[in-house]
């Protein structure tokens, strides 16, 4: 199983990012998938996941109305769409398994990517 995570980037408060998961090695479209954040000094936090035929997202309270998750199973890939963004967006930014109906994740993480928010 191999995650790999990119588009991470400085970008100013209030602009937009989007990250990419390429998923390998499982059966991607089986699996609810998710994102997942660590800021320098706290423990890494649920963002937001999918289901594995898009038809339900679900987002922490956090970014819920500027992020948007979507993904593409012919492409085995999942994308997050960042707008509006935070200083305190920053972190480093994972995806993963998640545990359906839950905030849980499971399985293999990638190396992550960091975004910075900042001007």
Known sequence: V?????GGAL???G???????????????????GWFRQAPGKEREFV???SWNSGN???AESVKGRFT??????????YLQMNSLKPEDTAVYYCTSVVAGTTSPFGSWGQGTQVTVSS
Request: proline share 2%.
């Open 11 to 13: 970008v100013q408060p």
């Open 48 to 50: 937001g996941s999918i």
């Open 15 to 33: 602009g937009s990012l989007r990250l990419s998961c390429a998923a390998s090695g499982f059966n991607f479209d089986d699996y609810v998938i």
């Open 69 to 78: 998750i979507s993904r593409d199973n012919a492409k085995n890939t999942m």
């Open 2 to 6: 191999q995650l790999a995570e990119s």
């Open 57 to 59: 997202t679900y987002y």
